[in-house]
C-alpha cells in the first residue's frame, strides 16, 4: 500500500492475533496518510484477535509474558497495562502476567479502537479464504463460501497449523481416545472423568493441557524425546534486559554457542540470573539463525534446540508453581 494512491483494498486471510494486529496497522497507515481504506478481515472464527492462543477460556491458562511487554503498540509499552487496570478488575498486578483470554479481549479493543478513527471501512468475513490469482496487478480472492473478492493486496495471517501426527500409528489416530488438537473446539470434552491421560510432549502446550485435565482421581503422563520440562520466569520482578555484545560477527554454530555461553556467564555474574541473558538475545535470534549455514542448523535442531526452547519459552510463575504442585502429588 502506497500513500500515493486514492483507494486501497486490502484482504487480511486470519484473524487472529495477527491478523487482527496487521488490520490495526494497516488502519494506522491510512490514517497518517489519509487514504481511504478497505480491508476485509476473513476468518472463520466466531471473534476477532483470539485464534488458538487467546481462545481460551480457562482462567489458568496465563501469558507467558508479563503484562509490561505485551502492548500492541510499541511506542505505547503500557497500552496493555492500562487496558488490564481498566479492565480486569484489579485481577492482575502491574507487571503480572494476564489470563490469555484477556488478551484476546484487548485485541479486539485495539483494532475497534483504530477502526473507529482511521478513514475507511473493515469488514468481517466469517469464511475462509480458498484461493487467490493475480488478475490485471490486482488479487482475485475465492472464499470456502463460494464469495468473491478483489483488492489490490493480501496479508497471510493464518498461524500456526495443527501439529503433525504422522508419529501415531493408524490404529492410533483413528480411535476415540486419540486428540490430535487440544486447541481445537470441544477437543477435550470427549475425555473420561476418571480416565487418565497421556500428553505427547513436554513444552508450554503440555503445560496448558495439564493444568486443564489435572484433578483428584487422574494421573496425568506427559512423555517427549528429550523429557524436559520449560522453566519458569523469576517470581521477583524481573532484572534490566542484558545487551548481547559480540555475538553479531559470529560465523558458526561452535563459535556462535561460545559466545552465547559467555554472555549468560557474564550476565549471570552481574545479575544473578541467566533470565536477562536470555531476554536479551530476543532481538538478535532471527539475523543470527539466518546467518548459519544449513548444515549448522541441523546439527542445532539436533542438538541444543530443546534446551534452547525451555530456556527462551518460559511459564509464569504462577503456573510454574501449580506445575509444581501437580508433579508434587503424583
Same mark, same amino acid.
Given at each position: 500500500?502506497?500513500?500515493?494512491?486514492?483507494?486501497?483494498?486490502?484482504?487480511?486471510?486470519?484473524?487472529?492475533?495477527?491478523?487482527?494486529?496487521?488490520?490495526?496497522? =494497516?488502519?494506522?497507515?491510512?490514517?497518517?496518510?489519509?487514504?481511504?481504506?478497505?480491508?476485509?478481515?476473513?476468518?472463520?472464527?466466531?471473534?476477532?484477535?483470539?485464534?488458538?492462543?487467546?481462545?481460551?477460556?480457562? +482462567?489458568?491458562?496465563?501469558?507467558?509474558? %508479563?503484562?509490561?511487554?505485551?502492548?500492541?503498540?510499541?511506542?505505547?509499552?503500557?497500552?496493555?497495562?492500562?487496558?488490564?487496570?481498566?479492565?480486569?478488575?484489579?485481577? @492482575?498486578?502491574?507487571?503480572?502476567?494476564? %489470563?490469555?483470554?484477556?488478551?484476546?479481549?484487548?485485541?479486539?479493543?485495539?483494532?475497534? +479502537?483504530?477502526?473507529?478513527?482511521?478513514?475507511?471501512?473493515?469488514?468481517?468475513?466469517?469464511?475462509?479464504?480458498?484461493?487467490?490469482?493475480?488478475?490485471?496487478?490486482?488479487?482475485?480472492?475465492?472464499?470456502?463460501?463460494?464469495?468473491?473478492?478483489?483488492?489490490?493486496?493480501?496479508?497471510?495471517?493464518?498461524?500456526?497449523?495443527?501439529?503433525?501426527?504422522?508419529?501415531?500409528? %493408524?490404529?492410533?489416530?483413528?480411535?476415540?481416545?486419540? @486428540?490430535?488438537?487440544?486447541?481445537? %473446539?470441544?477437543?477435550?470434552?470427549?475425555?473420561? #472423568?476418571?480416565?487418565?491421560?497421556?500428553?505427547?510432549?513436554?513444552?508450554?502446550?503440555? @503445560?496448558?493441557?495439564?493444568?486443564?485435565?489435572?484433578?483428584?482421581?487422574?494421573?496425568?503422563?506427559?512423555?517427549?524425546?528429550?523429557?524436559?520440562?520449560?522453566?519458569?520466569?523469576?517470581?521477583?520482578?524481573?532484572?534490566?534486559?542484558?545487551?548481547?555484545?559480540?555475538?553479531?560477527?559470529?560465523?558458526?554454530?561452535?563459535?556462535?554457542?561460545?559466545?552465547?555461553?559467555?554472555?549468560?556467564?557474564?550476565?549471570?555474574?552481574?545479575?544473578?540470573?541467566?533470565?536477562?541473558?536470555?531476554?536479551?538475545?530476543?532481538? =538478535?535470534?532471527?539475523?543470527?539463525? +539466518?546467518?548459519?549455514?544449513?548444515?549448522?542448523?541441523?546439527?542445532?535442531?539436533?542438538?541444543?534446540?530443546? +534446551?534452547? #526452547?525451555?530456556?527462551?519459552?518460559?511459564?509464569?510463575?504462577?503456573?510454574?508453581?501449580?506445575?509444581?504442585?501437580?508433579?508434587?502429588?503424583?
Amino acid at each position: 500500500m502506497t500513500c500515493g494512491k486514492a483507494h486501497c483494498s486490502v484482504a487480511v486471510a486470519g484473524a487472529g492475533a495477527a491478523g487482527t494486529l496487521i488490520t490495526a496497522r =494497516l488502519l494506522e497507515l491510512a490514517a497518517r496518510c489519509r487514504l481511504p481504506l478497505e480491508i476485509t478481515l476473513i476468518d472463520p472464527a466466531p471473534t476477532t484477535g483470539r485464534g488458538p492462543a487467546y481462545a481460551t477460556t480457562d +482462567q489458568r491458562h496465563l501469558l507467558n509474558v %508479563p503484562a509490561t511487554r505485551m502492548s500492541a503498540t510499541a511506542d505505547d509499552p503500557d497500552d496493555f497495562a492500562r487496558w488490564l487496570a481498566a479492565h480486569a478488575d484489579g485481577r @492482575v498486578a502491574p507487571g503480572g502476567y494476564a %489470563p490469555r483470554h484477556l488478551y484476546g479481549s484487548y485485541l479486539a479493543d485495539h483494532l475497534r +479502537q483504530r477502526a473507529a478513527t482511521a478513514p475507511g471501512t473493515v469488514v468481517r468475513v466469517r469464511d475462509r479464504v480458498a484461493g487467490a490469482v493475480r488478475t490485471s496487478g490486482r488479487l482475485a480472492l475465492r472464499t470456502a463460501g463460494g464469495r468473491e473478492l478483489t483488492v489490490d493486496a493480501a496479508v497471510l495471517a493464518t498461524g500456526s497449523h495443527p501439529p503433525s501426527v504422522s508419529w501415531a500409528p %493408524p490404529a492410533l489416530r483413528n480411535s476415540d481416545a486419540f @486428540v490430535a488438537d487440544p486447541w481445537a %473446539p470441544g477437543a477435550l470434552d470427549t475425555i473420561p #472423568e476418571g480416565r487418565d491421560v497421556l500428553l505427547v510432549g513436554t513444552g508450554l502446550t503440555m @503445560v496448558d493441557i495439564a493444568m486443564t485435565l489435572a484433578r483428584d482421581g487422574r494421573t496425568v503422563h506427559a512423555v517427549s524425546r528429550s523429557g524436559l520440562l520449560p522453566h519458569g520466569h523469576a517470581a521477583a520482578p524481573a532484572a534490566p534486559v542484558a545487551p548481547a555484545d559480540g555475538l553479531t560477527g559470529c560465523t558458526g554454530l561452535d563459535a556462535l554457542r561460545r559466545a552465547v555461553l559467555r554472555h549468560v556467564a557474564r550476565t549471570r555474574r552481574g545479575h544473578g540470573d541467566w533470565r536477562p541473558a536470555i531476554d536479551g538475545l530476543r532481538p =538478535l535470534t532471527a539475523a543470527l539463525w +539466518q546467518r548459519l549455514p544449513e548444515s549448522d542448523r541441523v546439527r542445532f535442531i539436533r542438538g541444543e534446540a530443546r +534446551q534452547w #526452547e525451555v530456556h527462551r519459552h518460559r511459564m509464569a510463575p504462577a503456573t510454574a508453581d501449580r506445575l509444581a504442585g501437580i508433579l508434587a502429588a503424583g
